[in-house]
């Protein structure tokens, strides 16, 4: 079965750098879409970054484009995202997910608190 564990989150000040990584198993990691979620108290998910499976072509919500990265290596069967310049609105769960025709697979998130 499809299984992605999040991990890489804690608390950082304002202005540091976290590196999420997310392990993937349970189906052939190269052949799909991989995106990053958060979701914030009080608010709903939003889409942080998306990477194509092959190509690795990426794209980034408005909010984090500049300061986030998201990578993927297939021999690993691991996507990763590297957040630097963080700031307080940036606390959230972060979700790992894997796109699919009939539905999207999420992991269980991993929490980032940007705090001083």
């Known amino acids: 079965q499809v299984q992605l564990v999040e991990s890489g989150g804690g608390l950082v000040q304002p202005g540091g750098s976290l590196r999420l990584s997310c392990a993937a198993s349970?189906?052939?990691?190269?052949?799909?879409?991989m995106m990053w979620y958060r979701q914030a108290p009080g608010k709903e998910r939003e889409m942080v970054a998306y990477?194509?499976?092959?190509?690795?072509?990426?794209n980034y919500a408005a909010s984090v484009e500049g300061r986030f990265t998201i990578s993927r290596d297939n021999a690993k069967n691991r996507v990763y995202l590297q957040m630097n310049a963080l700031v307080p609105e940036d606390t959230a769960v972060y979700f790992c997910?894997?796109?699919?025709?009939?539905?999207?697979?999420w992991g269980k998130g991993t929490q980032v608190t940007v705090s001083s």
């Open positions: 990477i194509t499976s092959t190509t690795g072509m990426t």
């Open positions: 349970g189906f052939t990691f190269s052949m799909y879409d």
């Open positions: 997910v894997r796109t699919g025709v009939q539905r999207n697979y």
